[in-house]
């Protein structure tokens, strides 16, 4: 749990240097996130793999949070979207005002996965 949140937080802290391009910081910020909901489906011992592991992911995600969790989860699901489109297909795709508001929805996630584990799994915490 412990490598996965400094995963989290070294890809959130990236996600904020203005040197590098806003679809880089995009992806950063979209891995800090990821690196999160994992913590939740680890410490719940569910593994996911494959071609839609990621989609799966943010699929589960409200079953162990709780389904007050659905809409964030669903924002992170639509940043995956737009992130494989600045991944694969076009360069440029994100605007800043995205990624000020993923950077704000990661930070205020992390705090969320950390009084989830405390709840749930104390002998977890990082």
Same mark, same amino acid.
């Given at each position: 749990?412990?490598?996965?949140?400094?995963?989290? #937080?070294? #890809?959130?802290?990236? %996600?904020?240097?203005?040197?590098?391009?806003?679809?880089?910081?995009? $992806? *950063?910020?979209y891995? /800090? &996130?990821? &690196?999160?909901a994992?913590?939740v489906? /680890? %410490?719940? +011992?569910? @593994?996911?793999?494959?071609v @839609? !592991? !990621?989609?799966?992911?943010?699929? /589960? *995600?409200?079953?162990?949070? +709780? &389904?007050?969790?659905? #809409?964030?989860?669903?924002?992170f699901?639509?940043?995956r979207? =737009? $992130?494989?489109? %600045?991944d694969?297909? @076009?360069?440029?795709?994100?605007?800043?005002?995205?990624l000020?508001?993923?950077i704000?929805?990661?930070? =205020?996630?992390?705090?969320v996965? *950390? %009084?989830?584990? =405390?709840k !749930?799994h104390?002998? *977890?915490?990082?």
């Amino acid at each position: 749990m412990r490598n996965l949140l400094r995963v989290a #937080d070294r #890809d959130l802290g990236d %996600a904020r240097v203005e040197a590098v391009s806003v679809d880089t910081r995009f $992806r *950063l910020g979209y891995q /800090a &996130a990821f &690196a999160l909901a994992t913590i939740v489906l /680890a %410490a719940s +011992g569910v @593994r996911t793999t494959g071609v @839609r !592991h !990621h989609v799966v992911t943010w699929q /589960a *995600l409200p079953e162990l949070l +709780g &389904a007050e969790f659905q #809409d964030l989860t669903g924002y992170f699901d639509q940043v995956r979207s =737009k $992130r494989n489109v %600045a991944d694969y297909d @076009r360069a440029f795709e994100i605007a800043e005002v995205e990624l000020r508001e993923l950077i704000e929805e990661v930070r =205020k996630f992390r705090p969320v996965v *950390l %009084a989830w584990l =405390k709840k !749930h799994h104390r002998s *977890l915490q990082p």
